[in-house]
T-cell receptor, first 112, second 115 residues
Framework: DTAVSQTPKYLVTQMGNDKSIKCEQN?????MYWYKQDSKKFLKIMFS???????INETVPNRFSPKSPDKAHLNLHINSLELGDSAVYFC???????????FGSGTRLTVV | AQSVAQPEDQVNVAEGNPLTVKCTYS??????LFWYVQYPNRGLQFLLK??????LVKGSYGFEAEFNKSQTSFHLKKPSALVSDSALYFC?????????????FGAGTRLFVKA
């Protein structure tokens, strides 16, 4: 049973398209996150939700919009994709800030 | 502002030798510190954390880390390295954030263990 699952694992799309990445966790955690890992492996937080409420919204373009229909799901929608959006996007969850995160296996997005 | 630094891009060690991966941090208030490991094409895996208590914390796969408040460091250690420990290691610190919290990751240190 996968604890944090992301779909799709790979996503290749053309510039200008709109795409979504889905994330689900079955751990009963209250908080979920989206991180972006660039080609140099640097990890940057994008968003965090606690029990469906947005609590962290870093400086990311408005083209990125998270949605959390319930506390087990956090999806990421990206409009008008650009070449610079190519990266690996990781979803993660945690029970509280005191606990470590459980990460999904990542979604490799390639914009051509 | 919170920050975390991993001063070494890469650490090379021979199998069976002790290893250390360095991490220093800056955070207001008491630090919450973490180490994660990432294998190729995988998500990060939690190794260990320091919240409070004993300065030496033990984690998964035989790893441990030492919290040093005066040096603001949280170095990852293992007494005897294995080839299978070769991976990318991330130090992370939790800081305060208005209305919530966020965890900041270091740039990562690639560990190579040679047989």
């Amino acid at each position: 049973d996968t604890a944090v699952s992301q779909t799709p694992k790979y996503l290749v799309t053309q510039m200008g398209n709109d795409k979504s990445i889905k994330c689900e966790q079955n751990l009963g955690h209250d908080t979920m996150y989206w991180y972006k890992q660039d080609s140099k492996k640097f990890l940057k937080i994008m968003f965090s939700y606690n029990n469906k409420e947005l609590i962290i919204n870093e400086t990311v373009p408005n083209r990125f919009s998270p949605k959390s229909p319930d506390k087990a799901h956090l999806n990421l929608h990206i409009n008008s994709l650009e070449l610079g959006d190519s990266a690996v996007y990781f979803c993660a969850s945690s029970q509280t800030a005191d606990y470590g995160y459980t990460f999904g296996s990542g979604t490799r997005l390639t914009v051509v | 502002a919170q920050s975390v630094a991993q001063p070494e891009d890469q650490v090379n060690v021979a199998e069976g030798n002790p290893l250390t991966v360095k991490c220093t941090y800056s955070v207001s208030g008491n630090p919450y510190l973490f180490w994660y490991v990432q294998y190729p094409n995988r998500g990060l895996q939690f190794l260990l954390k320091y919240i409070t208590g004993d300065n030496l914390v033990k984690g998964s796969y035989g790893f441990e880390a030492e919290f040093n408040k005066s040096q603001t460091s949280f170095h990852l250690k293992k007494p005897s390295a294995l080839v299978s420990d070769s991976a990318l290691y991330f130090c992370a610190v939790r800081g305060d954030y208005t209305g919530g919290f966020k965890t900041i990751f270091g740039a990562g240190t690639r560990l190579f263990v040679k047989a």
